[in-house]
């Protein structure tokens, strides 16, 4: 069965600004919450087929870009080896910016992922509304990285969820 978990923030830069940031595939540690390294694993450094490998204390996996919108965004496909992690049978996450006007623009960060019999029982369990958390925890993170230039830290996203969607101040630090 498949499912979407997306969300989208305004970030205080322009388009073109901010797609320098992102296009940067080796940047995911700033902005990925529990992620503490990524190292670029083949020679090509972005565009599709380059891929990445995300480390942290509760993960370790594989991302390889397989759609590439120059100035736009990127989609990656999450895997371990061959495989997907579980719970998903098949999991892909695009990043996407929007030009607002020459200062601002809008990110979107979506997971669209399939699970088997087990994944769908978990996603109605509860893990379905966790997937959504750490979406909108990655839009939140990528407006702070993005806007101060610093690595989100657990307390800088502690503070980030509490302020409503849609009411993120500016600038705020």
């Not at 969300?7 to 503490?36: Q, R």
């Not at 719970?87 to 200062?103: G, M, N, Q, S, V």
């Not at 702070?144 to 509490?162: M, Q, S, V």
Request: with cysteine.
């Amino acid at each position: 069965m498949g499912h979407i978990a997306t969300s989208n923030i305004n970030i205080d830069l322009s388009a073109k600004e901010a797609w320098k940031i992102l296009s940067d595939f080796s940047l995911a540690h700033n902005y990925v919450p529990g992620i503490d390294k990524c190292t670029i694993t083949t020679e090509k450094k972005k565009g599709v087929g380059a891929s990445r490998r995300v480390s942290g204390k509760q993960q370790n996996i594989e991302e390889t870009i397989t759609e590439w919108n120059e100035g736009k965004g990127f989609t990656i496909r999450l895997h371990k080896g061959e495989k997907t992690p579980f719970p998903f049978k098949e999991a892909h996450f695009t990043y996407r910016i929007d030009a607002l006007d020459d200062k601002c623009c809008k990110l979107t960060t979506t997971l669209i992922y399939e699970t088997g019999l087990l994944g769908s029982l978990l996603h109605t369990l509860g893990i379905g509304a966790m997937i959504r958390k750490n979406i909108r925890d990655v839009a939140l993170s990528m407006k702070h990285f993005y806007e101060t230039g610093k690595a989100t830290t657990p307390d800088d996203l502690k503070e980030l969820r509490k302020i409503p969607e849609g009411k993120l101040p500016r600038p705020y630090q």
